[in-house]
Nanobody, 123 residues
Framework: QVQLVESGGGLVQAGASLRLSCAAS????????MGWFRQAPGKEREFVAA????????YYVDSVKGRFTISRDNAENTVYLQMNSLKPEDTAVYYC????????????????WGQGTQVTVSS
Protein backbone atom coordinates (compact mmCIF):
# COMPACT_ATOMS: atom_id res chain seq x y z
CA GLN A 1 0.00 0.00 0.00
CA VAL A 2 1.17 3.48 -0.87
CA GLN A 3 -0.52 6.65 0.28
CA LEU A 4 0.20 9.87 -1.60
CA VAL A 5 -0.33 13.43 -0.43
CA GLU A 6 0.21 16.36 -2.78
CA SER A 7 0.97 19.92 -1.74
CA GLY A 8 2.24 23.16 -3.23
CA GLY A 9 -0.65 24.22 -5.42
CA GLY A 10 -2.01 27.74 -5.47
CA LEU A 11 -3.09 30.78 -7.44
CA VAL A 12 -0.36 32.48 -9.47
CA GLN A 13 -0.07 34.84 -12.41
CA ALA A 14 1.04 33.74 -15.83
CA GLY A 15 4.81 33.41 -16.02
CA ALA A 16 5.21 32.49 -12.38
CA SER A 17 6.58 29.26 -10.92
CA LEU A 18 5.27 26.66 -8.48
CA ARG A 19 6.75 23.50 -7.08
CA LEU A 20 4.42 20.66 -6.29
CA SER A 21 5.40 17.97 -3.83
CA CYS A 22 3.99 14.50 -3.35
CA ALA A 23 4.85 12.72 -0.13
CA ALA A 24 4.48 8.96 -0.12
CA SER A 25 4.06 6.57 2.76
CA UNK A 26 5.45 3.06 2.81
CA UNK A 27 8.86 1.51 2.46
CA UNK A 28 8.50 0.52 -1.17
CA UNK A 29 8.40 4.00 -2.70
CA UNK A 30 11.68 3.48 -4.53
CA UNK A 31 10.21 0.54 -6.44
CA UNK A 32 7.48 2.62 -8.06
CA UNK A 33 7.60 4.79 -11.11
CA MET A 34 5.84 8.04 -10.31
CA GLY A 35 3.68 10.23 -12.46
CA TRP A 36 1.98 13.61 -12.40
CA PHE A 37 -1.37 14.05 -14.07
CA ARG A 38 -3.77 16.97 -14.27
CA GLN A 39 -7.46 17.41 -14.81
CA ALA A 40 -9.14 20.64 -15.83
CA PRO A 41 -12.90 21.18 -15.40
CA GLY A 42 -14.86 19.26 -18.00
CA LYS A 43 -11.78 17.50 -19.35
CA GLU A 44 -10.27 14.07 -18.95
CA ARG A 45 -7.30 13.49 -16.70
CA GLU A 46 -4.14 13.89 -18.74
CA PHE A 47 -0.54 12.83 -18.34
CA VAL A 48 1.95 15.56 -17.47
CA ALA A 49 5.23 13.91 -16.44
CA ALA A 50 6.68 10.67 -15.12
CA UNK A 51 9.91 9.47 -13.59
CA UNK A 52 11.41 6.02 -13.32
CA UNK A 53 11.89 4.33 -9.99
CA UNK A 54 15.55 5.33 -9.77
CA UNK A 55 15.05 8.77 -11.25
CA UNK A 56 17.23 7.98 -14.22
CA UNK A 57 14.50 8.48 -16.80
CA UNK A 58 11.90 11.22 -17.13
CA TYR A 59 9.04 11.74 -19.55
CA TYR A 60 6.89 14.75 -20.35
CA VAL A 61 3.87 15.67 -22.38
CA ASP A 62 4.91 17.99 -25.20
CA SER A 63 3.01 20.97 -23.82
CA VAL A 64 5.19 21.17 -20.69
CA LYS A 65 8.59 20.21 -22.07
CA GLY A 66 11.15 22.85 -21.21
CA ARG A 67 8.91 24.36 -18.53
CA PHE A 68 8.24 21.54 -16.05
CA THR A 69 10.74 19.27 -14.33
CA ILE A 70 9.92 16.10 -12.44
CA SER A 71 12.32 14.78 -9.82
CA ARG A 72 12.30 12.46 -6.85
CA ASP A 73 14.08 11.92 -3.58
CA ASN A 74 13.81 8.26 -2.63
CA ALA A 75 15.39 8.88 0.75
CA GLU A 76 12.56 11.30 1.53
CA ASN A 77 9.81 9.33 -0.25
CA THR A 78 8.91 12.42 -2.22
CA VAL A 79 8.39 13.31 -5.86
CA TYR A 80 8.38 16.88 -7.11
CA LEU A 81 7.08 18.80 -10.07
CA GLN A 82 8.81 22.12 -10.67
CA MET A 83 6.60 24.24 -12.90
CA ASN A 84 8.07 27.34 -14.51
CA SER A 85 6.63 29.85 -16.99
CA LEU A 86 3.12 28.85 -16.05
CA LYS A 87 0.31 29.54 -18.49
CA PRO A 88 -3.45 29.86 -17.94
CA GLU A 89 -3.90 26.56 -19.80
CA ASP A 90 -1.92 24.85 -17.03
CA THR A 91 -4.84 25.49 -14.67
CA ALA A 92 -6.06 22.16 -13.30
CA VAL A 93 -6.08 19.86 -10.33
CA TYR A 94 -2.73 18.09 -10.28
CA TYR A 95 -2.44 14.50 -9.07
CA CYS A 96 0.54 12.35 -8.35
CA UNK A 97 0.33 8.62 -8.86
CA UNK A 98 2.42 5.49 -8.39
CA UNK A 99 2.75 2.54 -10.71
CA UNK A 100 4.68 -0.73 -10.64
CA UNK A 101 4.57 -1.42 -14.36
CA UNK A 102 3.01 -0.28 -17.58
CA UNK A 103 3.13 2.59 -20.01
CA UNK A 104 4.05 5.63 -18.00
CA UNK A 105 1.56 7.97 -19.67
CA UNK A 106 -1.56 5.86 -19.22
CA UNK A 107 -3.89 6.60 -16.33
CA UNK A 108 -4.96 2.97 -16.02
CA UNK A 109 -1.53 1.59 -15.11
CA UNK A 110 -1.23 3.66 -11.95
CA UNK A 111 -2.17 1.82 -8.77
CA UNK A 112 -2.24 4.62 -6.25
CA TRP A 113 -3.36 8.25 -6.46
CA GLY A 114 -3.21 11.30 -4.27
CA GLN A 115 -6.14 13.56 -3.57
CA GLY A 116 -4.92 16.32 -5.87
CA THR A 117 -3.82 19.92 -5.46
CA GLN A 118 -5.33 22.87 -7.32
CA VAL A 119 -3.16 25.01 -9.57
CA THR A 120 -4.75 28.16 -10.96
CA VAL A 121 -2.88 30.44 -13.35
CA SER A 122 -4.40 33.83 -14.06
CA SER A 123 -3.69 35.78 -17.22
Amino acid sequence: QVQLVESGGGLVQAGASLRLSCAASGRTFSSYRMGWFRQAPGKEREFVAAISSTGAYTYYVDSVKGRFTISRDNAENTVYLQMNSLKPEDTAVYYCAAARLGVFSEVTVYDYWGQGTQVTVSS
